[in-house]
């Protein structure tokens, strides 16, 4: 079955520090999410991307995130100055239409 | 805005049936997921509806009413591995269709 890549597993970062998480969606989907879900807590949107190009962002998505598709595969969140609430696992999904969502495995980030 | 309801913890015993229970209020809906989700791990897709109505999947049926704004996953035939975390998710009919989480409903199975 078709799966969604996340690396790294799990990141240790400075606070302040600039961290890439990477995600390779399934192949032919179209519609491409970051998620994520601090401990114990809910999963929370916080980017959709569509089209080579965020269709819909969350409050939570300020000007230190960003997202890329840098080229037909990839799909990477940057976390330009990361803060020490940012730690929390990062879910990418993807879904090629109106039905189903694939979530990745998560990237856990810790913020020290 | 958009409100999810799932109740935070049930137990049940291996063999019984559960049924956990989500409302919804949101501005905007596309249909109704859910989710298991193990600890320290990714979500995986259980159901899906988007019509009134109950689908049934193995152990696993969900049931939808939109004009209550409610649903409710049963699990039949309880294993000790359906101990996890359900998340309900509705996705939003505006935007591009992001899905908005409950709290998500821990059951702990017991032998």
């Known amino acids: 079955e078709p799966e969604v890549t996340q690396t790294p597993s799990h990141q240790v970062t400075q606070m302040g520090q600039e961290v890439i998480l990477r995600c390779v969606p399934i192949?032919?989907?179209?519609?491409f999410y970051w998620y994520r879900q601090i401990l114990g807590q809910k999963v929370e949107f916080l980017v959709s991307f569509y089209n080579n190009e965020i269709s819909e962002k969350s409050e939570i998505f300020d000007d230190q995130f960003s997202v890329e598709r840098p080229d037909g595969s990839n799909f990477t969140l940057k976390i330009r100055s990361t803060k020490l609430e940012d730690s929390a696992m990062y879910f990418c999904a993807s879904g090629v239409g109106s039905y189903g969502y694939t979530f990745g495995s998560g990237t856990r980030l810790t913020v020290v | 805005g958009q409100n999810i309801d799932q109740p935070t913890e049930m137990t049940a015993t291996e063999g019984a049936i559960v049924q956990i229970n989500c409302t919804y209020q949101?501005?905007?809906?596309?249909?109704l997921f859910w989710y298991q989700q193990h600890a320290g791990e990714a979500p995986t897709f259980l159901s899906y509806?988007?019509?009134?109505g109950l689908e049934e999947k193995g152990r696993f049926s969900s049931f939808l009413s939109r004009s209550k704004g409610y649903s409710y996953l049963l699990l039949k035939e309880l294993q000790m591995k359906d101990s996890a975390s359900y998340l309900c998710a509705v996705r939003d009919g505006t935007g591009f269709q992001k899905l908005v989480f409950g709290t998500g409903t821990r059951l702990l199975v017991s032998p």
């Open positions: 949101t501005s905007g809906f596309n249909g």
């Open positions: 192949s032919n989907h179209l519609y």
């Open positions: 509806n988007v019509l009134d």
